[in-house]
């Protein structure tokens, strides 16, 4: 059985909020640039009124994973377009965040939805579902993760959820 946006909603807040990404419910203007959702201060704050999709949770609480801890409270708004040093980190994003679907025991499809990715959210699926992990060299790089050629508790597997 599927669960509703609801029980995706608390379930992924639930994770986030037990690794240390803190969230809250808030209501917010029609002007972010996902709507229902907005990272202010390294927080992720959600407007379930205008949430879409609640996988776009866990892509945004990437952003926050993958940053250094002294960056997490400087973080807001569009996070590309503020920041454009942190364009570089996407890749990092969508991997962390296909490895919070394995944890979680997601469908890929909750976060990699077909109004998103500019269209390429199959393409991805198909990717790291074939254990093809784009930027994969990031992710082991920043900390988070292992090689799974070297390590039996390699990637999706993650050592710890925030960088530090």
Same mark, same amino acid.
């Given at each position: 059985?599927?669960?509703?946006?609801?029980?995706l $909603?608390?379930? =992924? !807040?639930?994770?986030?909020?037990?690794?240390? =990404?803190?969230?809250?419910?808030? +209501?917010?203007?029609?002007?972010?640039?996902?709507?229902?959702?907005?990272?202010?201060?390294?927080?992720l704050? =959600?407007?379930?009124?205008?949430?879409?999709?609640?996988g776009?949770?866990?892509?945004?609480a990437?952003?926050?994973?993958?940053?250094?801890?002294e960056?997490?409270?400087?973080?807001?708004?569009?996070? +590309?377009?503020? !920041?454009?040093?942190?364009?570089?980190?996407?890749?990092?994003?969508?991997?962390?965040?296909?490895?919070?679907?394995?944890?979680?025991?997601?469908?890929p499809?909750?976060?990699?939805?077909?109004?998103?990715?500019?269209?390429e959210?199959?393409?991805?699926i198909g990717?790291?579902?074939?254990?093809?992990?784009?930027?994969?060299p990031?992710l082991?790089?920043?900390?988070?993760t292992?090689?799974p050629? !070297?390590?039996?508790?390699g990637f999706?597997g993650m050592?710890?959820?925030?960088? $530090?």
């Open positions: 059985m599927t669960p509703s946006n609801e029980q $909603t608390v379930m =992924i !807040r639930a994770f986030l909020n037990k690794i240390g =990404i803190e969230t809250r419910e808030q +209501t917010l203007p029609n002007t972010t640039f996902l709507p229902g959702l907005l990272i202010d201060e390294g927080r704050l =959600i407007d379930p009124e205008q949430l879409l999709y609640p776009d949770i866990l892509h945004e990437g952003h926050i994973a993958v940053s250094l801890p960056d997490r409270t400087r973080l807001g708004g569009n996070i +590309t377009a503020d !920041r454009p040093d942190k364009a570089g980190d996407e890749m990092a994003v969508l991997l962390w965040t296909y490895a919070a679907c394995c944890h979680l025991q997601l469908d499809a909750v976060v990699f939805h077909p109004d998103g990715y500019k269209g959210s199959d393409w991805l990717q790291f579902t074939s254990g093809l992990y784009i930027g994969l990031l082991i790089w920043m900390g988070l292992n090689d050629i !070297r390590s039996a508790e999706p050592r710890q959820w925030l960088r $530090t």
